[in-house]
Structures are given as C-alpha cells and as structure tokens.
C-alpha cells in the first residue's frame, strides 16, 4: 500500500525559510519521479517541483525557480523540498506525489490534477504572512 506523509509545514513571515519533507512506503521509490504539488486557497492545484528517481534532475515552476530546490534521499526514502525567500503567494497546503510509471515523468500540461499522479498525501499547510 502506497504511502507518502508529508511535514515541515508551518506559519513562518516573507523572506524566512522552510523545509518540507515527503515520507514514501508501500513502493521501490528509487524507481519513480516524485513531485512537490500545491494548492492555495481558491485556487487550482499547482504544480511546484519534481525530482528525477537518482535525485540527478529538479524542474521548477516558473514562480519558485531560484528560491524552491527538491531533493531526495532514496535510502531514507524522503523526498525534501526546501523554501527560501518565501512569498505570500507561496501560502497553500503542499503535497508530495508520485508518478503512475517507473523512470517515467509526467510532463506539466499547464492543468495540473490529482489524477495525473499514481498516489498523494495528506498534505502539509505552509502560510507566509507579510
């Protein structure tokens, strides 16, 4: 059974940093892009981040490139996301994701929906204040 648990989330002011963390169980997660999704309040679900399966490649949305950076630990079977230079608009709960097939990426269509990943958590709630 396929888990992931994301944590980290927190309330924290513009400018600060966080740094979230996604637990995997139930798969090889070695063999599979992962990714880092958000959805702020009102709004659509948003895709942040995503990492290769060997951690050898990170891609970026548009609006966190430079300040977001994803890695992973594959022998603690954590995928992290680190937040710098933290925005209001960066407020959402994030969830971690993974991808339906192995070595196999999911390319951002520009609608980003759950159904796109194989499996998610319960997400994490990040609010930046000014």
């Known amino acids: 059974q396929v888990q992931l648990v994301e944590s980290g989330g927190a309330v924290v002011h513009s400018g600060e940093s966080l740094r979230l963390s996604c637990v995997a169980s139930?798969?090889?997660?070695?063999?599979?892009?992962m990714y880092w999704l958000r959805q702020a309040p009102g709004k659509g679900l948003e895709r942040v981040s995503s990492?290769?399966?060997?951690?050898?490649?990170?891609r970026y949305s548009d609006s966190v490139r430079g300040r977001f950076a994803i890695s992973r630990d594959n022998a603690k079977r954590t995928i992290y996301l680190q937040m710098d230079n933290l925005k209001s608009e960066d407020t959402a709960v994030y969830y971690c994701?993974?991808?339906?097939?192995?070595?196999?990426?999911?390319?951002?269509?520009?609608?980003?929906?759950?159904?796109?990943?194989?499996?998610w958590g319960q997400g994490t709630q990040v609010t930046v204040s000014e």
């Open positions: 990492i290769s399966p060997r951690g050898d490649e990170g």
């Open positions: 994701a993974k991808d339906l097939s192995t070595f196999h990426h999911t390319e951002d269509s520009g609608r980003t929906s759950f159904g796109d990943f194989d499996s």
């Open positions: 139930g798969f090889t997660v070695s063999l599979y892009w």
